[in-house]
């Protein structure tokens, strides 16, 4: 067999055009979303004053495998895609492991994450529609970039509501998101019915994940000519970020090599969740029995500590109810860098494979992420996202154990992003003021007793 190259690059030839989707090959189907008010599933004309028709459409197709890619989104997905495969020699160097070490890299666009492969779609779908413009929500920052990257290409209006705190603490994000034409809020503000109504209640509040995503639900609802749209959690976006995992099994396929075990950070599932489907699918069938391990921050662990239920997915409780792992829609994890992994609830899908036994879950303390970001970042080069550092350190560990055995497992991980708007978190781990705080069951039942009753 060949030497493996250091990169795996794909040929334009070799590139997906199509999606596919995992629910397909599902035996346990992913729960449906719920009205909250009758706790009836989801029609299609129920999800259409909040959503796009396309992406209604494929938010409940549990059926059709493969969904083609519009050529208008192929040829954006040339400007940054393939990513690359990388064969990390160096990691494996300096840890001494017998262990093959991958990681398919999703930092290589401006908005510096995987989230770019959904938003370009969904605004895509928008404009399709002949919509003005769409709102959302965004907490650190990369959703919301990656969504102004996507419309002002498609010439779509973009307001984004962002969590007040990183607001005013990622300035930097906020500048480039201004720089593609986005209209960026502090969340909660008192542009909304809901945020005024959250500033009124609690005045001093620095916002959440969960009450942005109120606000800009509330807008797109009451102003015409706009929808809502998500960056993760969602069957649509784990959906479009299948071209991960389809891109890897090309990339895997060219050198016939087949991965023990596939590790990703999952916050609300959509890169793991893209990352493992075709693997999940070949496993599914029995043919394959790759480890698929999920990681999640121990501040906020919704499949290692949180139940199987029925959930409100943000604050103001006017979107639909998901079954998840959930820690409780009022959980807010304590100061944790790695922003994206802070949603209080997971994908119904990657939720119902977890059930399912047909994947782990870890949950790591920030520290130990940190260590692990740095030790790769001095041998691959690479900046690495505190996200995408905990499927880091995860990989490791598992490289080590290799050693131990000396089994030359194929160990594949995804690198969501890179981290050059998180230097703060990066200056407190040096500083050596980088805490670790894991709730106790106590705290946590509290929010689990305030989790919806489903009939
Ligand atoms: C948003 C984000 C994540 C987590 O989101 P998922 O939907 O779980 O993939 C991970 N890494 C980076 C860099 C992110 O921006």
């Known amino acids: 067999m060949n030497e493996i190259p250091y990169k795996i690059y794909l040929t334009e030839e070799e590139m997906p055009n199509a999606w596919y989707n995992v629910r397909s090959a599902m035996k346990n189907k992913p729960a449906p979303l719920l009205n909250p008010g009758t706790h009836e ?23 059709t495998a493969f969904i083609p890619i519009p050529q208008e989104i192929l040829d954006f997905y040339k400007m940054y895609r393939p990513s690359p495969l990388v064969r990390a020699y160096c990691l494996e160097k300096a840890l001494d492991t017998p ?14 994450s995987h989230k770019l492969n959904s938003a370009i779609a969904q605004a895509y ?23 102004s990257m996507a419309c002002s290409y498609f010439g779509l209006d973009c307001k984004v509501y962002m969590v007040k705190v990183s607001y005013e603490q990622k300035p930097f994000r906020r500048e480039v998101m201004r720089v593609y034409g986005a209209d960026v809020t502090p969340s909660p503000s008192m542009t909304t019915k809901i945020g005024q ?43 479009h970020q299948s071209i991960i995992g389809l891109e890897t099994e ?27 489907s075709p693997f999940m699918r070949d496993k599914i069938e ?7 391990i999920a990681v999640e921050p121990a501040s906020c662990p919704s499949f290692t500590r949180g139940v199987y239920a ?79 550092s905990h499927a880091i350190k995860v990989a490791i560990d598992e490289a080590m154990k290799c050693k ?35 709730p106790t069951d106590d705290e946590l039942a509290v929010f689990r007793a305030k989790l919806p009753v489903i009939g």
Request: with cysteine; net charge negative.
């Open 41 to 63: 599933p989801m029609k299609a004309e129920e999800l259409a004053p909040v959503f796009c028709e396309e992406l209604i459409k494929q938010e409940l197709d549990n059926d």
């Open 99 to 112: 262990a093959h070490i991958y990681y398919k890299f999703e930092g290589n666009n401006t908005s510096g």
């Open 125 to 147: 779908y928008a404009k399709m529609q002949g919509l003005k413009g769409v709102t959302t929500e965004t907490g650190a920052g990369q959703w919301g970039t990656a969504l």
């Open 197 to 239: 109504k959250i500033l009124a209640e609690h005045p001093g509040t620095t916002g959440s994940l969960g009450c942005a995503i109120s606000e800009a639900v509330e807008v797109a609802t009451s102003t015409p000519g706009y929808r809502y749209v998500l960056g993760s959690v969602l069957n649509q976006v784990l959906l």
């Open 250 to 276: 090309a990339a895997l396929k060219k050198y016939d090599i087949v991965p023990d075990i596939i590790i990703g950070c999952a916050g609300g599932g959509s890169n793991l969740g893209g990352l493992i």
């Open 286 to 292: 029995g043919k394959l029995d790759t480890r698929i």
């Open 310 to 388: 029925y959930d409100f997915c943000d604050t103001g409780m006017v979107c639909p109810l998901a079954k998840m792992y959930t820690l409780g829609s009022d959980f807010i994890p304590s100061a944790n860098h790695a922003g994206g992994l802070r949603y209080h609830g997971m994908s119904s899908i990657l939720s119902q494979l977890y059930d399912d036994g047909l994947m782990e879950a870890v949950a790591v303390e920030q520290t130990s992420v940190f260590e692990a970001a740095e030790k790769f970042a001095r041998v691959e080069g690479i900046l690495p996202a505190p996200e995408s």
């Open 404 to 438: 131990e055995t000396g089994e030359a497992k194929n160990i594949v991980f995804g690198l969501t992003g890179t981290g050059y708007f998180d230097l703060v978190a990066y200056e407190k781990f040096h500083n050596g003021e980088m805490t670790d705080y894991i």
